[in-house]
């Protein structure tokens, strides 16, 4: 086998996802091929990686280059984990620059306007690394890490729809840390699915797997209890404020908790009136859920979206240990051990084309949905009987995807404009495209092939 990492320059990514791979036994033997703009960082990481086999005894092959058509060469496996430009000054002006004219959007990375001219920036980008890729080894998987998750994956599957394109999100990796602790139950006796778009998901359904039992009605009824006090990311930057640590990781598993938050439901005040008015937990925090809804600016915990976006800084900012550990810290490699070895067992989350998987969403967009990964690939399942409040919810949002495809493949600014007065966190129209000309300006080399 063959597996290319594009962006393994990134020290989180690289060393982090080649500690995943030396896990497996399906994958011993295996070349590995990094690739990154950046030949500096990519040298830091290959010897790391060389001298990580060499100490260990390990059975694989390890190679690095800058040509990324020469590393598609012969790929089976391409995981790709990108960002373009300086990221969090064009973070800022996502969020800033629309507040400025107007727009409530309570973050600015996937949702609301600040989401569509990510989106803009780094799916012309991705549209070239699929590209290269459809035409050296067009059978290749792609798992994307990037966001915006929905924006890229419905990018690249309307313009390569032969594509094996999947997104891959740790988010619902959330219900790992709440629902053993809130229910008092192993994890492993928990059957959870959650489906949605990206980073607007909610778990639909809740079993316990010895008794097939329904467990919805007790979360419903503890989740008051459980939330109020759930520490957030106030909390760890207050923490961080004292100590000057923070844990440079963010894994699939998020760590479980003891202490009570200084803050009453801190981060999660969507959580709170999602369970009240729709019965339902979603699998994320304000930050993220919050920017899809026009009215989150009214109800989010605002202080912990700045906390979070503040530890987020940090977090990718602060010098990373050169270190590779021999765990699973994500989850595309055991999907990748489950296709090679016809695992045929249910994955809890990714992003593929609807298809009729949620039959009341358009079958170009793409959705976030558990799958069955056997032989065959990664096989969505179909999700019935999803709620029509969410759904509503969810279609209000469909139309902003839609058109963010076309301005990316099609290169147009009117359909920049038109993704934006789709958007359901815009609430006024007439300084748009003022706003848009603003944005364009300050980010030419990303955003001017907009014509």
């Known amino acids: ?52 086999i060499q100490a260990h005894k390990l059975v694989y092959t390890v190679n690095a280059t800058t040509d990324r058509r020469k590393a598609f060469q012969g790929a089976d496996f391409i995981i790709s984990s990108i960002e373009v430009g300086n990221r969090f000054q064009m973070w800022d002006e996502d969020w800033k620059i629309p507040l400025q004219y107007g727009v ?43 966001n915006p998750m929905t924006a890229i994956c419905t990018t690249v599957k309307r313009m390569y729809p032969e594509a094996k394109f999947v997104g891959m999100c740790h988010e619902i990796g959330w219900l790992g840390r709440w629902l053993p602790r809130m229910l008092n139950r192993d994890l492993k006796d928990l059957h959870y699915r959650a489906a949605g778009l990206n980073h607007f998901s909610c778990m639909l359904s809740l079993t316990d797997r010895k008794t097939g039992k329904d467990l919805y009605p007790e979360v419903l009824e503890k989740a008051e209890a459980f939330f109020e006090r759930e520490p957030g990311y106030s909390d760890l930057y207050d923490a961080y404020r004292k100590t ?41 925090t304000d930050s993220h859920f919050g920017e899809y809804l026009s009215w989150a600016w009214d109800i989010v915990d605002h202080r912990g979206i700045l906390d979070f976006y503040d530890v987020y800084k940090v977090m990718l900012s602060q010098e990373v240990p050169h ?3 021999l765990e699973t810290s994500e989850r595309v490699i055991p ?18 084309q609807n298809n009729g998987l949620i039959a009341d969403l358009p079958s170009w967009l793409v959705v976030e949905v558990p799958a069955m990964i056997n032989k065959t690939g990664v096989n969505g399942i179909k999700m019935d009987g999803m709620p029509k409040g969410f ?34 966190v815009v609430n006024q129209a007439s300084s748009l495209e003022a706003l848009l000309d603003r944005m364009i300006s300050k980010q030419e080399k990303w955003l001017g092939y907009l014509q």
Request: proline content about 2%; hydrophobic content about 45%; charged content about 20%.
């Open 104 to 146: 409530h959007q309570v973050y600015g990375e996937n949702g609301g306007p600040g989401g569509v001219f990510h989106s803009l920036r780094i799916g012309r980008v991705i549209l070239d690394i699929v590209k290269d890729a459809m035409e050296i080894c067009p059978n290749a998987w792609i798992f994307n890490y990037s």
């Open 244 to 284: 000057g640590t923070l844990d440079a990781a963010e894994k699939f598993e998020k760590e479980a908790v003891s202490q009570k938050s200084a803050y009453e439901w801190a981060d999660r005040r969507l959580v709170q009136f999602m369970l009240k008015n729709y019965h339902l937990l979603p699998i994320t």
């Open 323 to 325: 270190e590779i550990r």
């Open 335 to 352: 999907i990748i051990d489950g296709i090679l070895g016809d695992a045929n067992y249910e994955e809890a989350a990714v992003n593929i």
């Open 391 to 424: 759904l509503a919810l969810l279609r209000s949002y469909a139309g902003v995807y839609d058109l963010t495809a076309e301005a990316i493949i099609h290169r147009k600014k009117e359909y920049a404009i038109q993704a934006l007065l789709a958007n359901p």
């Open 1 to 52: 086998m063959k597996i290319v990492l594009v962006g393994a320059g990134s020290i989180q990514f690289g060393l982090g996802t080649l500690g995943d791979i030396f896990t497996s036994t399906t994958l011993k033997g295996s070349e590995i091929t990094l690739l990154d703009i950046n030949a500096n960082a990519l040298d830091v990481v290959l010897q790391t990686t060389k001298d990580f």
